[in-house]
């Protein structure tokens, strides 16, 4: 009740104080309060289970990379994230770690996966797209959703690329090329061949005529459509 002088009193809040060589001292702190400036006038000032800068003991800070950090229950953790950042594994160490404007688990909100039918993802500016597509398949359409939906390969609209339409008579696409020289030879044309009657031989020449020389591709008792 007398330190250094009649009638002074030692007090700290937040804990207790003692008197040393005639000066008032923070003895002890109350947990969760410590002193973590040294300074007996202002006792044991700081709250170590909410204070960002002395988080759980003095001098320990919180920090989060992309967002702001927060101390609860003598912790640090993630207070918030600022945008397009986003924390999406819940770890404090790594912050605000995940950028939803490129990243293509995680695309404009934590979860949103890009994926792409018969080809890759990518995110842009939030929103899933398609980065490329596997050969034969292509984006014709510029729909995300349903991939690269069409095989160029034998596509007579997209016969190669995007676009390529077969125009001619048989308008069909093998190989991503449209086939030619198919020649339609009808019934009443076959019967009239001066070299050839209407058994095997004229089948088979009329296949190879449609095919290009691949019996494989015609049916053997079956003749070019009429188109």
């Known amino acids: 009740l007398n330190c250094g002088a009649c009638g002074t009193t030692c007090e700290a809040a937040g804990g207790d104080a003692t008197c040393t060589s005639g000066d008032c001292a923070i003895a002890s702190c109350e947990a969760p ?42 912790a640090c953790a993630i207070a918030s994230c600022t945008a397009p950042n986003e924390d999406c594994d819940g770890d404090y160490a790594n912050g605000c770690e995940v950028d939803t404007t490129a990243d293509t688990d995680n695309c404009g909100a934590c979860g949103t996966t890009c994926t792409v039918a018969g080809g890759s993802a990518s995110c842009a500016d939030g929103t899933c797209a398609i980065a490329s597509c596997a050969a034969p398949s292509e984006d014709c359409d510029g729909d995300y959703a349903n991939g690269c939906e069409v095989d160029t390969a034998t596509d007579s609209d997209n016969c190669g690329g995007c676009g390529t339409a077969c125009t001619t008579t048989t308008r069909e696409c093998a190989d991503s ?35 290009g020389g691949d019996f494989s591709l015609c049916p053997r008792y079956e003749l070019c459509p009429t188109y």
Do not use: F, K, Q
């Open 33 to 74: 309060n410590l002193d973590c400036d040294g300074d007996y006038a202002n006792g044991c000032e700081v709250d170590t289970t909410a204070d960002t800068d002395n988080c759980g003991a003095c001098g320990t800070t919180c920090e989060a990379a992309g967002g702001e950090a927060t101390c609860a229950d003598s």
């Open 177 to 211: 090329a449209c086939l030619t020289g198919r020649i339609c030879i009808h019934a009443g044309e076959m019967r009239t061949s001066p070299t050839l009657g209407p058994g095997g031989p004229v089948y088979a020449m009329v296949c190879s005529m449609c095919t």
